[in-house]
């Protein structure tokens, strides 16, 4: 899957998790918990899906073994968080884009 493809659904499944978290709980809820929430876990969500792609892409038997020297989870964990609050900022634009428009439509 290209970057661009991918980027794109994300922005689009975001901005539909929004429009759907808005018309349940907006009126109960802040604008910004409505925000934060759909952008936490769109990001983390694709986070997982595109390192997981990333890891299923990559399975292949290296044609050297590395020595076996540790397993390298520390440093996995660390990208990854890393990887996760990256696409949260990501997911937080279009968010906000999709809540303030639908605030904008209903006249609040």
Do not use: H
């Not at 009126?27 to 986070?47: D, N």
Request: hydrophobic content about 55%.
């Amino acid at each position: 899957m290209s970057a661009l493809i991918n980027l794109i659904t994300m922005l689009i499944t975001t901005a539909a998790a929004e429009v759907c978290v808005l018309r349940l709980c907006y009126p109960r809820r802040g604008l910004k918990y409505c925000i934060i929430l759909v952008g936490v876990f769109s990001g983390i969500f694709w986070a997982a899906f595109s390192w997981t792609f990333c890891l299923v892409e990559s399975s292949g038997v290296p044609v050297n073994n590395p020595p076996n020297v540790g397993s390298g989870a520390d440093f996995a964990t660390i990208f990854f968080v890393i990887w996760a609050v990256i696409l949260i900022g990501a997911a937080l634009i279009p968010a906000g884009v999709t809540a303030f428009i639908y605030q904008f439509i209903i006249g609040d």
